[in-house]
């Protein structure tokens, strides 16, 4: 890897030149071994002195195509999973397309991506997963009761879609037709301001990989109205902002990840069962992540063998 500035000190940036490659941590790698080069972004030139593509897509390439995630860790890692989730409706689902869970936080390289800081692979938050699943929760029971939230229909689907969360849980009643279960199943699953839901959303985690199936994939992005997101909606956009190209990581389509429900107190089996169903179908027709829009983070259950 023709890489080696680090803004270190000598002995310092000697050390992470030699480790950079050693590295079996992709979170770390990402967070502490990124060269100046791609943090700036600065042009690789050719030997005419021609920019030939930007360092930082070429580190981004080079590290990703390197990565192949230890079979052991990802099994010790499964194994302690399941103990952990020991009683709870457990399933298991493959990424469809590309996935990017956290691509809004913050770093050097001005992407994220959700790594375990442990073992360094991705994983998917269970808060994350829970407010997926709430939400395709709103969503169907407005289905079932009537209430439409297609934005052809409906001017503001999201003033719709919080009236009926918070006639939902009790805060306010908007006078929505909603048959009493589907709040009191609502509430239970994922309580109210007052009270905890009686759902354990665990974290969801890679169950095995493919050794044919890289990991990682890079991606790349390019927001035409530059001026317009940075001013945070100050400046107009307009045709004439330079397009900027930000160059970003995926989890591979093709990757299986574990996940699991448990229940706290009272929650009956069969509501555990239910939320199971809302989280697939939420995977399946939602997706998660970022760029749920262009189709990134959906998923399809495992086929059997």
């Known amino acids: 890897m ?32 990124a060269p100046q080069e791609a943090i700036e972004e600065t042009d690789r030139l050719n030997d005419r002195e021609r920019s030939i593509g930007k360092e930082r897509n070429f580190w981004l390439q080079d590290i990703c195509h390197d990565f192949m995630p230890d079979s052991d860790l990802v099994a010790s890692t499964y194994k302690r999973w399941l103990a952990m989730t020991e009683g709870a409706a457990r399933f298991t689902m493959v990424s469809r397309s590309r996935m990017i869970v956290g691509l809004g936080g913050k770093g050097a390289l001005e992407f994220g991506i959700t790594l375990h800081p442990v073992t360094g692979l ?24 009537g209430i439409s939230l297609d934005p052809a229909q409906v001017k503001n689907t999201s003033e719709v879609a919080n009236q009926l969360d918070e006639q939902l849980t009790g805060i306010k009643d908007y006078r929505l037709k909603v048959h ?13 301001h007052e009270e905890a839901g009686q759902c354990v959303f665990y974290d969801a985690v890679i169950q095995d990989v493919r050794p044919n199936i890289p990991l990682f994939a890079v991606e790349v992005m390019t927001p035409h109205f530059r001026k317009y997101y940075e001013s945070g909606g100050k400046d107009a956009p307009h045709d004439a902002d330079d397009p900027n190209p930000i160059t970003y990581i995926a989890v591979n389509a093709g990757i299986a990840f ?9 929650l009956a089996t069969s509501q555990i069962r239910d939320a199971r169903d809302l989280l697939r179908q939420a995977l399946s027709e939602m997706g998660i992540g970022a760029k749920t829009a262009a189709g990134y983070g959906v998923f399809t259950p495992l086929k059997a063998k």
């Open 2 to 33: 023709a890489y080696g500035k680090y803004v270190v000190p000598d002995d310092t940036a000697r050390i992470a030149s030699r480790h950079v490659k050693a590295c079996q941590n992709f979170a770390l790698t990402l967070e502490r071994y």
């Open 122 to 145: 991705p994983y998917i938050p269970g808060s994350a997963l829970k407010g997926l699943c709430r939400n395709y929760a709103l969503y169907y029971i407005a289905e079932q009761s």
């Open 258 to 266: 574990a996940f699991a429900i448990g229940k706290r107190h009272s």
């Open 180 to 192: 009493p279960g589907y709040a009191a199943l609502y509430r239970n699953l994922f309580g109210t």
